[in-house]
């Protein structure tokens, strides 16, 4: 089952998820709901639990290979430095470029429930970054230089107004024809 992808400002969004203590039918399930939801956000790569509102530390990612998922994932070693052009489905619209560790050494938990270890590099590594980011409740925004932030927040406003410009003329005719004010 798909769900909304939820975006910047939902409090989920800031919270740290729970550790999952027991690899289960209800976080296959969850990370079936998780792959449907990145799959319909059309143009995502990877996704966190919190995302779609659930405070679990699971991710799911698909760099073009197989769709595969991963369960209280930490990094334990990081090496060099990347900048990438970096997005999130969270925060529609919005790439800046950012300097991080090039390589990572993630651990994490498999569905099988085996303890896993993956060596990630240049897209790979910075997408486990960015959403182990997510499952600590840290954001892209929180990743940037002061400088980056202060123009991000405002490129970032600026399109969230202008989606709500062009939203607004279909909503009022609706709003009418229900009787609503
Ligand atoms: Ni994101």
Known sequence: MSYQIRTYGDPVLTAQAAPVDNVDGKIVRLVDDMFDSLVDSGNGIALAAPQIGVRKQVVVWDLGEDPLAIVNPEIVESDGEW???????????????????????????????NVIEIEADEL?????????????????FDRMTPDQRKEAMKEYRRMEREAEAAAAPQRRPLARRLGLQ
């Open 83 to 113: 900048v990438y052009d970096e997005g999130c489905l969270s925060i529609p619209g919005l790439y800046v470029e950012m300097l991080r560790p090039k390589q990572v050494l993630v651990r994490g938990v498999d569905l099988d429930g």
């Open 124 to 140: 790979e590594a910075r997408m486990f970054q960015h959403e182990i980011d997510h499952l600590r409740g840290v954001l892209m």
